[in-house]
């Protein structure tokens, strides 16, 4: 499976952007899929995550009632809304699939990982 990340951008603060991630194949509807995010100096952090489903999706709670994931499945493809955007959520997202059905909060537990899109947030 190959995914690519796109959508990122240079945004003020309080402004939004949306994150697509397109996969190559259809086995990735299977799979859960999660967005994680490296700031600079900054271990990888998981962001959102949805269950193969579409069920159970996982925010961190400094994006919570900010960020929404969703899927489309017809076109492959996971979603990342990002609204009422701060500073402090500059980064690289990264998309990746999870090993499984169901997600998991940490990278071991995905195996296939997009090539990130910069987010950067001016204050």
């Known amino acids: 499976v190959q995914l690519q990340a796109f959508g990122g951008g240079l945004v003020q603060a309080g402004g939004f952007l949306r994150l697509s991630c397109a996969a190559s194949d259809r086995t990735a509807g299977n799979n859960g899929m999660g967005w994680f995010r490296q700031a600079p100096g900054k271990e990888r952090e998981l962001v959102a995550a949805?269950?193969?489903?579409?069920?159970?999706?996982y925010y961190a709670d400094s994006v919570k009632g900010r960020f929404t994931i969703s899927r489309d499945y017809a076109a492959n493809t996971v979603y990342l809304q990002m609204n009422s955007l701060r500073p402090e959520d500059t980064a690289v997202y990264y998309c990746?699939?999870?090993?499984?059905?169901?997600?998991?909060?940490?990278?071991?537990?995905?195996?296939?990982w997009g090539q990130g899109t910069q987010v950067t947030v001016s204050s």
């Open positions: 990746a699939t999870a090993r499984g059905a169901v997600t998991t909060t940490t990278t071991k537990g995905y195996n296939y």
């Open positions: 949805i269950a193969w489903n579409g069920g159970r999706p």
